[in-house]
């Protein structure tokens, strides 16, 4: 029965969730709009990888690139083009859903050029171009939330743009994304301009962080001894626990403080996005980073496979705020145990911005290629 689909339970307890990558294919198979249907989704993330592996792997889009390559087209304008062509495509799709929730669901998320991570001026200038080809109020544009970036989140918000910010992992930084947010969201009310439309999500990568501590947790369980016993105890539970604790930041700042007069305008709070959600470790469950983080107004983006997996065996509840307290000992006893949490998170988020460039310039290789009319 469609009523017991546990993708649709999870509306209930106030989470949406998003597909974390879109083809042309699914598009034309109708593979995508069924997802809306049956399962409820209520968003979809493009990044320049997906594509890349799409006009490896795939035909779906051989014809517009020969199309392109014929009019002269740069590799960055094909990939705008295609990209572009998909997301308005698919927002289209999600019309609907947005129209009849009030602008609060059905997004599709457009990455700004990853090169840019570093360039203040240079991504809201882009960012500025591509909301502007795109045209419809259903679309965010990514911004990757470095410190160069917050500047940048400030004056799209300002600007009335829909923005994703992308790569967040450590607490800190997050604060420093919501802050931005919120001072967008005052200067365009100091602008006399309206705020009520405007949407956007930070995007809290989580398996990353597990990926990266816990083999320094197994070589202290390994050791032995009192740190490797601590160790057992928290192995596989620091996403989890920063989530959690992201979560608190969040009601704190959008519920409870400067954003309140905000609010009373109209306006809305960003919302807590779970990315890097499929499980990396085959010992951890497949439903890993579902199952603890269901919680009222926030997203979760997931791969296809996380997807299928919890509709066949998720179990929904609201689980979000259980355990926070125990989230926070699993940060303390990191600490103990000579892991800086912060360091762990910066070095995400750097290595972070060097995996999308390398995505990014493997497409555009692979696009350039295409351009001279070779195979690749």
Not at 46 to 54: G, T, W
Not at 80 to 85: D, F, H, N, Q, V
Not at 260 to 269: D, L, M, S
Request: overall charge negative; some cysteine.
């Amino acid at each position: 029965m469609i009523d017991e689909n546990p993708l649709l339970k999870l509306q209930e307890y106030g989470q949406s969730i998003w597909l974390d990558f879109i083809r042309r294919g699914m598009l034309e198979s109708g593979k995508l709009k069924q997802l809306i249907e049956e399962d409820g989704l209520r968003g979809v993330t493009v990044n320049p990888s997906i594509l890349d592996e799409a006009i490896r792997e795939t035909d779906d889009y051989e014809e517009a690139l020969e199309a392109l390559a014929a009019e002269g087209k740069t590799p960055r304008e094909m990939y705008e083009t295609l990209a572009i062509g998909d997301v308005q495509r698919a927002a289209d799709l999600f019309r609907p859903t947005y129209d009849r929730t009030d602008g609060h669901h059905g997004f599709v998320s457009l990455e700004v050029s990853p090169r840019l991570a570093y360039d203040t001026e240079g991504t809201v200038q882009r960012v500025r171009y591509l909301w502007q080809k795109l045209n419809r109020p259903n679309v965010m544009i990514k911004v990757p939330g470095t410190e160069e970036g917050l500047p940048a989140i400030q004056q799209l918000t300002a600007d009335g743009i829909n923005v994703n910010v992308t790569l967040l992992f450590g607490l800190p930084r997050y604060r420093q994304v919501a802050k931005a947010y919120i001072q967008g969201i005052e200067e365009r009310l100091s602008a006399g301009k309206p705020v009520d439309r405007i949407a956007s999500v930070a995007s809290f990568f989580l398996s990353r962080i597990n990926v990266l501590v816990d083999p320094m947790l197994e070589e202290m369980i390994a050791a032995g001894g009192t740190d490797g016993e601590k160790a057992a105890r928290i192995r596989g539970d620091a996403a989890i626990a920063s989530a959690k604790l992201a979560y608190q930041i969040c009601k704190q700042v959008f519920e409870e403080g400067r954003f309140r007069a905000a609010a009373n305008q109209g306006a809305r709070g960003q919302r807590l996005l779970w990315a890097s959600t499929s499980t990396k470790n085959p010992e951890y469950s497949d439903i890993k980073y579902v199952e603890p983080l269901i919680g009222e107004n926030t997203v979760n983006t997931l791969p296809l496979r996380t997807i299928d997996a919890y509709r066949d065996h998720g179990g929904p509840a609201p689980r979000l705020e259980e355990g926070v307290a125990e989230a926070r000992k699993t940060l303390q006893i990191l600490g103990e145990l000579g892991i800086d949490i912060d360091e762990v998170t910066q070095q995400l988020e750097d290595e972070g911005v060097e995996k999308f460039v390398k995505s990014y310039d493997q497409l555009m290789e692979e696009l350039e290629k295409r351009a001279k009319g070779s195979s690749g």
